[in-house]
């Protein structure tokens, strides 16, 4: 089987303007992502752009035998070697802008999206997406780039989470990631509660 790093290369390669970065997130970065898992009780979890699973696995780790973990994957390749890596998970190639139409209902959505590649119509539509199949009680996570911070997408969309989202919380920087850059930060946010 072709190895995580090498299938992540080369959709990089082909699709630089949809995969977003040349490497996998690293552990760090993984468990930070995927800490809004609740551990205990049968939940769902929405992981969107799982790449070739660094987050999945992170995920997996936390979530009980009960649990569902859906991730929505647009790059076929990375679907294939996604379903390989992780059989328990459902693995749907698909769009994140769709996400309703899959019918769920999650207690977290962790993604890792190149959110400052999408225009703000795209950011704003996949926002939406996601808080309108988030429990009410459920978090959001995802990762920006630090050296991205500049770039107008990267601005719209922090614009767009604080107008979308009860609450940003934007938390210490993951230094340790590939490739080897002090340049990555996380901001989870809590949805607003859906009557
Ligand atoms: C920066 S990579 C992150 C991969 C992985 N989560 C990680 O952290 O290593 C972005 C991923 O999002 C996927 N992606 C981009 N746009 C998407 C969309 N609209 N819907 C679903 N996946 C998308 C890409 O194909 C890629 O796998």
């Keep these: 089987m072709t190895s995580q790093f090498q299938t992540f290369l080369t959709a990089a390669?082909?699709?630089p303007g949809v995969i977003g970065?040349?490497?996998?997130s690293s552990p760090g970065l993984a468990d930070l992502l995927a800490a809004i898992t609740p551990s205990t009780g049968s939940p769902t979890v929405v992981e969107l752009g799982p790449g070739t699973g660094a987050v999945t696995a992170a995920i997996?780790?936390?979530l009980p035998a009960?649990?569902?973990h859906v991730a929505v994957?647009?790059?076929q390749a990375m679907v294939r070697f996604l379903k390989s890596a992780h059989p328990g998970v459902e693995v749907v190639h698909g769009d994140a802008a769709s996400l309703t139409d899959l019918?769920?209902?999650?207690?977290?959505?962790?993604?890792g999206l190149p959110w400052a590649l999408f225009q703000p119509a795209r950011q704003r539509r996949i926002l939406d997406q996601i808080a309108a199949v988030l429990r009410p009680d459920g978090a959001f996570t995802t990762f920006a780039y630090r050296h991205?911070?500049?770039?107008s997408g990267a601005r719209s969309f922090h614009r767009l989470l604080h107008a979308v989202f009860d609450e940003v919380i934007v938390s210490h920087t993951v230094w340790r990631n590939m490739p080897a850059s002090p340049d990555l930060r996380v901001q989870k946010a809590v949805s607003c509660?859906?009557?």
């Design 103 to 111: 019918g769920v209902k999650a207690d977290a959505v962790v993604s």
């Design 21 to 24: 970065a040349v490497a996998p």
């Design 60 to 62: 997996q780790r936390r």
């Design 66 to 68: 009960t649990g569902s």
């Design 148 to 151: 991205a911070g500049a770039m």
């Design 13 to 15: 390669m082909r699709r």
């Design 193 to 195: 509660a859906v009557a």
């Design 73 to 75: 994957e647009i790059d």
